[in-house]
Nanobody
Framework: QVQLVESGGGSVHTGGSLRLSCAASRSIFSMNFMGWHRQAPGNQRELVAGITSGGTTNYPDSVKGRFTIFRDRATNTMFLQMNSLKPEDTGVYYC?????????WGQGTQVTVSS
């Protein structure tokens, strides 16, 4: 198992940037897959970025070119750099990790983008 702690959420205006962090209790490079989901009020949780153990990334079209997922081996932290934010990016962002026989979620961090 692994514990995940998120940070970095906040409130910005349209066009602003935020960087979310997801600190893990063990090596994130041992995870099969890690990613970020977001959940807006009244909506289902949706994937906004994912990264495999080998470093392959994927994004939905809604954030492609604006969001970047990356990892830091030294601090066992995964990041989500979000640029050119839009009001529709508002929601609670959750990081998660898939390992051998488990999936773990962080507690979530709120991102609010106002026009």
């Amino acid at each position: 198992q692994v514990q995940l702690v998120e940070s970095g959420g906040g409130s910005v205006h349209t066009g602003g940037s935020l960087r979310l962090s997801c600190a893990a209790s063990r090596s994130i490079f041992s995870m099969n897959f890690m990613g970020w989901h977001r959940q807006a009020p009244g909506n289902q949780r949706e994937l906004v970025a994912g990264i495999t153990s080998g470093g392959t990334t994927n994004y939905p079209d809604s954030v492609k070119g604006r969001f970047t997922i990356f990892r830091d081996r030294a601090t066992n932290t995964m990041f989500l750099q979000m640029n050119s934010l839009k009001p529709e990016d508002t929601g609670v962002y959750y990081c998660y990790a898939v390992g051998l026989g488990f999936t773990t979620w962080g507690q979530g961090t709120q991102v609010t983008v106002s026009s």
